[in-house]
């Protein structure tokens, strides 16, 4: 189910910041948990960051804590990933995905049903060395 849209990717030098965007025309994503994915070339789908559409809680995995930031807009509409000090271990295209359950962000990082849940197209981020 294609129904999110992320944006802000591109090409940036090691070191370089991106701020990508999620968003939705079919309904809101407040108070709606949220997770950030990746996945690069050979590589399999990770959860990269999540936020809860309770609490506003986050999580990161570990190699991205302290460069990555998640949060959600004063309108609750748009959530962002802020990327600074990027790698080119980064670069992948990055998705935003939801199913629409409060208790997401307990088990983003897990095995998902892909193709059941709400997400976008990905977002291209490149990082050159």
């Known amino acids: 189910q294609v129904q999110l849209v992320e944006s802000g990717g591109g090409l940036v030098q090691t070191g370089g910041s991106l701020k990508l965007s999620c968003t939705t025309s079919?309904?809101?994503?407040?108070?709606?948990?949220i997770g950030w994915f990746r996945q690069a070339p050979g590589k399999e789908r990770e959860g990269v960051s999540c936020?809860?559409?309770?609490?506003?809680?986050?999580d990161y995995i570990d190699s991205v804590k302290g460069r990555f930031t998640i949060s959600r807009d004063n309108t609750k509409t748009t959530v962002y990933l802020q990327m600074n000090s990027l790698k080119p271990e980064d670069t992948a295209i990055y998705y935003c995905?939801?199913?629409?359950?409060?208790?997401?962000?307990?088990?983003?990082?897990?095995?998902?049903?892909?193709?059941?849940?709400?997400r976008g197209q990905g977002t291209q981020v490149t990082v050159s060395s």
């Open positions: 995905a939801t199913d629409r359950f409060p208790e997401f962000c307990t088990y983003y990082s897990g095995s998902l049903y892909w193709h059941n849940l709400f």
């Open positions: 936020i809860s559409g309770s609490d506003e809680s986050t």
């Open positions: 079919e309904f809101t994503l407040r108070y709606l948990a």
